[in-house]
């Protein structure tokens, strides 16, 4: 069973859509869940962090945690053509160093 | 947050030279880290570099191969040496901020090697 684990996609919704981006994992020891959002070439850019079970809302983002399922969800509500990008989830641990899923390529059309 | 800059943004390099690649970053860090990410892939992770001592490298990373310093808390460099093809790749660093788990990247450096 791999670490991590996150559909490649490429998704495509139209604008306005509710966008789901789902990862699992198999670390109990993972202590900290975070998604990154990544434009074609540029940097990954830190979208959402939490250290806990639940929901995280941020504007039209919410990040959701269940740790007992060890699974966590990104919600984009409202979808836009800027929210085209790739999404990579990451966790963390005691370690330090992040664990990086393959990433969900995100299209939304206008 | 913390804002990551590196230089140079893209070089195309010979085979057989070698690159080094800077990075600053403008906020109190802890943790400093290299990645690479071939084009349409994840991240993958190179080392971690650790202030006044050497790196820590991931397997199939080695110091000979790509050395790295750390200066100070907020300056490292990733060296790519004795380039060939199979090191075209984007290098990407990254930083934890002080008293968080939060992780921040630079823009990344696009390499090609011919």
């Known amino acids: 069973q791999k670490e991590v684990e996150q559909d490649p996609g490429p998704l495509s919704v139209p604008e306005g859509a509710i966008v789901s981006l789902n990862c699992t994992y198999s670390n109990s020891a993972f202590q900290y869940f975070m998604w990154y959002r990544q434009y074609s070439r540029k940097g990954p850019e830190l979208l959402m962090y939490t250290y806990s079970s639940g929901n995280k809302e941020d504007g039209r983002f919410t990040a959701q945690v269940d740790k007992s399922s060890k699974y966590i969800s990104l919600f984009i509500r409202d979808s836009q053509p800027s929210d085209s990008a790739t999404y990579l989830c990451a966790f963390g641990g005691s370690q330090g160093n992040l664990i990086f899923g393959k990433g969900t390529k995100l299209s939304v059309k206008p | 947050s913390a804002v990551i800059s590196q230089k140079p943004s893209r070089d195309i390099c010979q085979r057989g030279t070698s690159l080094t690649i800077q990075c600053q970053v403008d906020s109190q860090v802890t943790m400093m880290f290299w990645y690479r990410q071939q084009p349409g892939q994840s991240l993958t992770l190179i080392a971690t570099?650790?202030?006044?001592?050497?790196?820590?490298?991931e397997s199939g990373f080695v110091i000979d191969k790509f050395p790295i310093s750390r200066p100070n808390l907020t300056f490292s460099t990733l060296t790519v040496s004795n380039m060939s093809p199979e090191d075209s790749s984007i290098y990407l660093c990254?930083?934890?901020?002080?008293?968080?788990?939060?992780?921040?990247f630079g823009p990344g450096t696009r390499l090609t090697v011919t």
């Open positions: 570099a650790n202030q006044g001592s050497e790196a820590t490298y």
């Open positions: 990254s930083a934890r901020l002080a008293g968080t788990y939060e992780q921040y």
